[in-house]
């Protein structure tokens, strides 16, 4: 299988602790997105990459939060200090900076998430 | 700035009836218009898309038209199977920037 990889698929952890995330796009994706979506809610943009850049952040991603996608290819994002508020799936994608065929800009793929409990 | 408003679930039918999910969205300039699915315990898929106004898009049965004028970009399907069971999110894409979701919508399909 081809696709979007994250890993783990599910974490617990205790309030105060650090928590790692790994996702793997899509070999020739150039672009890679986090994303988190709570309970109700739709996924909401965190920060993306287009290759080892981080682009854009969202004023979601506050500073216990770290992302890094260092040689263009994984993605980890990391977070330090971890509140009960940070419950939620995390959501990572990929895509091509220039679709092609049969694709449009913007058009992302998803991996099946990272599922975050704090207690 | 983008924003994404779609109708409040659970949508809830029996099978064979008719779905109509509706999606409407604020944005500058002309985005790209998406619908995604989320299957219980699986990740995003998705749908459909349509790029420019009066484009329709289509799979699996399921179809939605851009509609600029009316912002607009409703989710239909004629006769919906229990299969069909799942979130769905309208979203968009301005172009210069990442994707805008909805909030989703449940369906619930029953025998």
């Known amino acids: 299988d081809t696709g979007v990889s994250q890993d783990p698929r599910h974490k617990i952890t205790k309030r105060g602790q650090n928590v790692t995330f790994r996702c793997d796009p899509i070999?020739?994706?150039?672009?890679l997105y986090w994303y988190r979506q709570t309970l109700g809610q739709g996924p909401e943009f965190l920060t993306y990459f287009q290759n080892e850049a981080q682009l854009e952040k969202s004023r979601l991603l506050s500073d216990r939060f770290s992302a890094e996608r260092p040689k263009g290819s994984f993605s980890t994002l990391e977070i330090q200090r971890t509140e009960q508020g940070d419950s939620a799936m995390y959501l990572c994608a990929s895509s091509l900076m220039y679709p092609g065929p049969g694709l449009v800009t913007g058009e992302l793929f998803f991996g099946e998430g990272s599922r975050l409990t704090v207690l | 700035g983008n924003s994404v408003t779609q109708m409040e679930g659970p949508v809830t039918l029996s099978e064979e009836a008719f779905l109509t999910i509706n999606c409407t969205y604020t944005a500058t300039g002309y985005p790209s218009l998406f619908w995604y699915v989320q299957y219980p315990g699986e990740g995003l898929q998705l749908l459909l898309k349509a790029t420019k106004a009066d484009d329709k898009g289509s799979n699996k049965g399921f179809e939605a038209t851009y509609r600029k004028e009316t912002t607009s970009f409703h989710l239909e399907k004629g006769s919906v199977q229990v299969s069909d069971s799942a979130v769905y999110f309208c979203a968009l894409n301005p172009g210069y920037s990442t994707l805008t979701f909805g909030k989703g919508t449940m369906l619930l399909v029953s025998p």
């Open positions: 070999s020739e994706h150039n672009r």
